[in-house]
């Protein structure tokens, strides 16, 4: 079973940056495609970036080109470099570990409010 620990949340202006942080448990954290998810009140869960073993990224359209995910197999941990941040980029940002026939797993989530 993998743990997942998010951190890094809290209130940024608009136009700020703010970087999150999930740290995984665990021996195999380079065989998981790690991802970030978010979601905004009165609204789904979506997916917002994630990054295949091979290093792979993919992103949501709204947050191409501002946000950037990242990984560090050596520390066991995916990043998530949020720029330019806008109002309705306030979520629960929750981190995602999948692999395939294994399982998915994911973190308590981390809250990001933007003001304006």
């Known amino acids: 079973q993998v743990q997942l620990v998010e951190s890094g949340g809290g209130l940024v202006q608009a136009g700020g940056s703010l970087t999150l942080s999930c740290a995984a448990s665990?021996?195999?954290?380079?065989?998981?495609?790690m991802g970030w998810y978010r979601r905004a009140p009165g609204k789904q869960r979506e997916l917002v970036a994630e990054?295949?073993?091979?290093?792979?990224?993919n992103y949501a359209g709204s947050v191409k080109g501002r946000f950037t995910i990242s990984r560090d197999n050596t520390k066991n941990t995916v990043y998530l470099q949020m720029n330019e941040v806008k109002p309705e980029d306030t979520a629960v940002y929750s981190c995602?570990?999948?692999?395939?026939?294994?399982?998915?797993?994911w973190g308590q989530g981390t809250q990001v409010t933007v003001s304006s």
């Open positions: 665990g021996s195999t954290f380079g065989l998981y495609t």
């Open positions: 995602n570990a999948r692999r395939q026939l294994i399982g998915t797993y």
């Open positions: 990054i295949g073993t091979n290093g792979r990224t």
